[in-house]
């Protein structure tokens, strides 16, 4: 047999053997009810995985967000609404479930923490500008005039 022969063999038994592995992963469980369904993908968009953290409930392939999935389902089937389900969830899970967590005491500091650092990063910015201001604005008096130009002399 020539070795490109073998080569070719050998990678036509491997897309074979891996095939099968493509396709279950890419297999998505059938929906009994399309109106279930469409709500549970459109409320798992704002849960957040709690294996992956930062993706989607809907977008996460790991074994709790299936179980996640299946539980969320099972209670929209027994007549829950999404606030029901949600509820449920942070109940169980804490707000780190949540994308989106409600503002509360404990979460202030998530909600407010970016204008915070905003305004520390503009009045240190504010005052780095008005420093350098000053600077700029104090005149070389004649002592300093002389010491610079000594040093330029001796160099």
């Not at 549970?40 to 179980?67: F, I, K, T």
């Not at 005149?139 to 040093?151: C, F, S, V």
Request: with cysteine; glycine share 6%.
């Amino acid at each position: 047999m020539k070795p490109g022969r073998i080569e070719s063999i050998l990678l036509a038994v491997l897309l074979t053997v891996s095939l099968p592995a493509q396709a279950d992963e890419a297999a998505q469980p059938n929906a009994d009810d399309a109106v279930i369904e469409q709500r549970l993908v459109d409320l798992a968009e704002d849960l957040r995985c709690l294996v992956c953290q930062n993706e989607s409930l809907a977008g996460s392939q790991a074994a709790l967000a299936e179980d996640l999935r299946r539980e969320i389902r099972a209670q929209m089937k027994a007549g829950k609404d999404d606030r029901e389900v949600v509820a449920y969830l942070t109940e169980r899970y804490g707000d780190f479930v949540l994308y989106r967590p409600p503002f509360k005491p404990v979460t202030w500091l998530l909600w407010l923490g970016p204008a915070l650092f905003l305004g520390i990063g503009g009045g240190a910015w504010v005052m780095t500008l008005r420093r350098r201001r000053d600077m700029q604005a104090a005149p070389l008096d004649e002592t300093k005039r002389a010491a610079a130009a000594q040093l330029l002399e001796e160099k």
